[in-house]
């Protein structure tokens, strides 16, 4: 809640787009399952396990604490629309849901 007190000046001046408080919502809901409630990884899905770092044993990694940093808005929205390796595409991108989670994952992480 505070946070969200902080980021009105931001959200006003038009430099996020997207309401954290509800990306936080949609990312428990949605996201959370395979990426783990503070999306420090804990993915188990399709035989891929995760190992603990978040990285799994093919490679890929869901970790996003560690992922984010490295991804740019556009970035994330394409994976939020169209999905990546095991992950399926999670949105429309008419969904303005998105980017309530794009400004969550910048906030929060
Ligand atoms: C069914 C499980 C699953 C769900 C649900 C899911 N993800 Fe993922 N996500 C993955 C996997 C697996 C990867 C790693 C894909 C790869 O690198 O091949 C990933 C990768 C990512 C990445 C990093 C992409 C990159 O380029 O490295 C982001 C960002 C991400 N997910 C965000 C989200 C958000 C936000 C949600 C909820 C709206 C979500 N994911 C829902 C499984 C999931």
Redesign the pocket.
Known sequence: MRTALLLAPLLAAGCLTGDPDNGKS??QY??A???GADGSGG?Q?GG?ADTGGGV?EAG???N?KE??PE?TDD??LD??WHG?????G??SEDDSAALD?LAY?RTDF
């Open positions: 949609t990312f949605q996201c399952g395979c990426h993915l899905i891929v799994s890929v990694s869901a996003l992922r984010l991804l970035r994330v994976v939020l990546k390796g095991a992950m399926p999670q949105f989670v994952l």
